[in-house]
């Protein structure tokens, strides 16, 4: 009961700015102060994709394949090279500036070369959504790795407990709450870096969609597809917290304290 | 009244224990050559300032910091700097968050050498034993500070180790539930005989609970006296009211009152 009333006063003022923000976007097209070949009405859009909405699945359905492989990739990849920095000594301090380094490099760079590499499959998008997911999961879970209780840590050890066995039974299960915020930001980038992975010649996914959109000067296609995109980026962000919840269960409820 | 120790290894044995932090200029002595031992079976209970040692002695016995000097010996084996031969009782309950109570237990034990299977059979007989069965699948955050010291207790004294070193476990505790505490623990260890070595800064704790009383001087501590606890067990609260526990009480308190003296 509580929760239920708890979850609506999260989302209600969101929703309800949404609301007004999308009438007042309507009104000021019918009041036509933009031109419709520019920015199209909502209500255009929302027509538009009801008309197309085969097609619109179709490529719908390309993107969320390639967003789960990549950021179930770029998990896997985060997860395993976090806990390696953290368990080889000495490898973190050596590595973890190179990692920050490799995050200013603009995907547009790294593109065209695994393209190059890689041909127009999925395999060079994927590896693309990867790069970008793997990043604030690896520096989240670092974090939780390396900021144990120093009482727990000190007690584990006066009993003879073993390296590998401190990492699976406090350093990890300490770390599952840092990981899960990095699982969100990389389910956000997910999506978007989906999109900009398919911009790169294919005709497949809502990113070729815009695309083609985009030059055939159809902007209530391209419209269509952001918020596609859009709600598919907040399924994502959901299910994460979703199972978030499910799996730490034994964090004290804060409405006790 | 001394045990007699002759022909059985002890449970452990210190011997001539140094130890310092720090280099050069900046060293510090922090033990500065401790000797003292715990027969089988037997009660000890170290006494002494906070901040002279206590717990980097622990440190010590228990593997963690390696001494600058002198020997551990434990059941008769030298363990100097060796992990995993004593069973520990720290000052917070220090119990996973993420584990339940009875698997909490059940870990530590199973850290501590037990298999599996032995280390939830005994913890479900136990937490019913000391009354805590409902509470064996909840989190460690649902219990109150004296719950979470009986669990943290109850995990020392199940594991194999002969010897439980237990660093003020009731430091705290308010003063109603200590005393609780120190009859709850002094009726289970009366009935289950282990080598324990506690530190607390209470002499009361130390007369009610031990058999020999070690009294440490602050910084650097060495092993200022020795004092027998000469009272019968079972005990009850009639030892507070013997006139050799006021007597042995202000011997200990006026001992401890000229260290800090001689050193500030
Ligand atoms: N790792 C360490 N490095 C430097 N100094 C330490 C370290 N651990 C303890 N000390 C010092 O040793 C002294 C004794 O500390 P401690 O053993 O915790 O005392 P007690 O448990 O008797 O209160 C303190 O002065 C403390 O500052
Ligand atoms: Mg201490």
């Known amino acids: 009961m509580g929760n239920k009333k708890g979850a609506w006063s999260k989302i209600g003022p969101p929703a309800v700015l949404l609301t007004v923000l999308l009438a007042g976007w309507q009104t000021a097209a019918w009041l036509e102060l933009f031109d419709q070949w520019l920015i199209p009405s909502p209500v255009s859009i929302v027509d538009e994709a009801i008309r197309i909405w085969p097609r619109l699945m179709e490529h719908t359905e390309a993107t969320v394949q390639l967003t789960l492989i990549g950021f179930v990739g770029g998990s896997a990849v985060g997860f395993v090279l976090a806990a390696l920095l953290h368990l080889i000594p000495g490898v973190r301090t050596a590595v973890y500036p190179l990692l920050v380094l490799s995050q200013n490099i603009p995907v547009i760079a790294i593109a065209p070369i695994l393209t190059m590499l890689l041909g127009y499959g999925l395999l060079p998008k994927a590896l693309l959504v990867t790069m970008v997911c793997f990043f604030p999961i690896t520096v989240a879970m670092l974090d939780g790795l390396m900021n144990t209780d120093a009482q727990l840590r000190n007690y584990l050890q ?4 073993r390296r590998l066995k401190l990492f699976w039974k406090l350093e990890l299960p300490h770390a599952v709450v840092h990981l899960f915020s990095g699982l969100k930001i990389a389910a956000s980038y997910s999506v978007l870096s989906a999109v900009v992975a398919e911009w790169l010649g294919t005709n497949k996914g809502l990113g070729a969609f815009m695309l083609i959109s985009s030059k055939g000067f159809m902007p209530d296609r391209v419209f269509a597809a952001v918020f596609i995109i859009v709600a598919l980026s ?12 499910l799996i730490i269960r034994w964090r004290p409820k804060k409405e006790v304290r | 009244m001394e045990r007699e120790r002759k022909g059985f290894p002890s449970a452990l044995e210190v011997q001539r224990i140094r130890k310092s932090f720090g280099k050069g200029a900046a060293s510090k002595e922090v033990l500065a050559g401790l000797s003292f031992s715990v027969a089988d079976g037997e009660f000890v209970t170290i006494i002494g300032p906070s901040g002279s040692g206590k717990t980097t002695l622990f440190q010590v016995i ?10 551990v010996w434990l059941g008769g084996k030298a363990t100097t700097g060796e992990r995993g031969h004593i069973s520990y009782m720290p000052q917070q309950a220090s119990l996973l968050p993420w584990e ?17 299977k032995e280390a939830k059979a005994k913890t479900k007989v136990w937490l019913e034993r000391i009354g805590l069965q409902e509470y064996a699948n909840a989190y460690p955050h649902v219990l109150s500070g004296g719950m979470q010291q009986r669990v943290s207790f109850l995990r020392a ?7 439980m070193l237990l660093d003020e476990p009731f430091g705290a505790l308010d003063a109603l539930t200590r005393l609780q505490m120190q009859q709850w623990l002094m009726s289970i260890w009366e009935e289950n005989r282990r080598s324990v070595l506690l530190v607390t800064h209470s002499i009361e704790e130390a007369l009610f609970l031990s058999d020999r009383i070690v009294v440490l001087s602050a910084s650097p501590a060495v092993v200022l006296e020795e004092f027998i606890v000469p009272f019968e067990r079972p005990r009850d609260e009639a030892i507070w009211y013997d006139p050799r526990f006021n007597e042995l009480k202000q011997r200990i308190y006026r001992l401890l009152q000229e260290s800090a003296e001689g050193s500030g």
Do not use: H, K, Y
Request: hydrophobic letters at 45%; zero cysteines.
């Open chain 2, 62 to 71: 228990g593997g963690l910091e390696p001494p600058s000097e002198g020997e």
């Open chain 2, 100 to 116: 339940t109570v009875a698997g909490n237990i059940a870990l530590s034990l199973v850290i501590s050498g037990l298999d599996r």
């Open chain 1, 158 to 161: 006066m009993i003879g407990i």
């Open chain 2, 157 to 163: 004294l199940l594991a194999p180790q002969p010897l």
């Open chain 1, 234 to 245: 907040l399924t994502q962000f959901g299910l994460v917290t979703l199972a978030e919840r």
